[in-house]
């Protein structure tokens, strides 16, 4: 097993460009999130899936971000006319149900 | 007010220094986390416990519930240390994670 992969790694673009980023999770975990971290701050929940259904989504998820997981496996989250807040590491991680957490490398994004 | 807090927000030692980081919660959880995380993001999970102690090499991890409140102790402290260390705690209707800020950590040799 070669734990959490995510992709890209880095991402730069400009302001009002769309963005998508990939999460392949460890095969057997059925929960999937993303989380983001800005520069000295601890991370937050954005969202996280159950399989394939999206299970909560958190308030700092606007309607410029969305996030799928179709077939329970991969997941995909894109935002939508970026803008220079979103700069920031984007995270997946996996787990089986109430188990520990694993991190992917995690996606840097910086809007210009 | 954050659910999680942790202290101190910067710890510099020597090698070989006994390390102890604090967290505190303010709502009933389920799991309390301790994560390492090295320059460049990756995020390592270290402990997770409802209750007690748990050890790992030179790391021990504790959480009295009553108090709400968990330690993560370092013995022997190690340049290859140095890291952030983060507390996030996880409900029982979620397996989220809310995060605490992180403690950085540097050993000296």
């Known amino acids: 097993d070669t734990g959490v992969s995510q992709d890209p790694r880095h991402k730069i673009t400009k302001r009002g460009q769309n963005v998508t980023f990939r999460c392949d999770p460890i095969?057997?975990?059925?929960?999937l999130y993303w989380y983001r971290q800005t520069l000295g701050q601890g991370p937050e929940f954005l969202t996280y899936f159950q399989n394939e259904a999206q299970l909560e989504k958190s308030r700092l998820l606007s309607d410029r971000f969305s996030a799928e997981r179709p077939k329970g496996s991969f997941s995909t989250l894109e935002i939508q006319r970026t803008e220079q807040g979103d700069s920031a590491m984007y995270l997946c991680a996996s787990s089986l149900l109430g188990d520990e957490q694993y991190f992917g490398p995690g996606t840097r994004l910086t809007v210009t | 007010k954050n659910e999680v807090e942790q202290s101190p927000q910067n710890l510099t030692a020597q090698e070989g220094e006994f390390i102890t980081i604090n967290c505190s919660y303010s709502?009933?959880?389920?799991?309390l986390h301790w994560l390492q995380q090295h320059p460049g993001g990756g995020i390592v999970s270290l402990f997770m416990?409802?209750?007690g102690k748990k050890k790992h090499g030179r790391l021990i991890a504790t959480i009295n519930i009553l108090e709400k409140h968990s330690s993560l102790h370092i013995t022997a402290s190690h340049p290859r240390d140095s890291a952030v260390y983060i507390c996030?705690?996880?409900?029982?209707?979620?397996?989220?994670?809310?995060f605490g800020t992180g403690t950085r950590l540097q050993v000296f040799p």
């Open positions: 996030a705690v996880s409900f029982y209707n979620t397996d989220k994670l809310i």
């Open positions: 095969s057997e975990h059925n929960r």
């Open positions: 709502v009933g959880i389920s799991a």
């Open positions: 416990l409802s209750s």
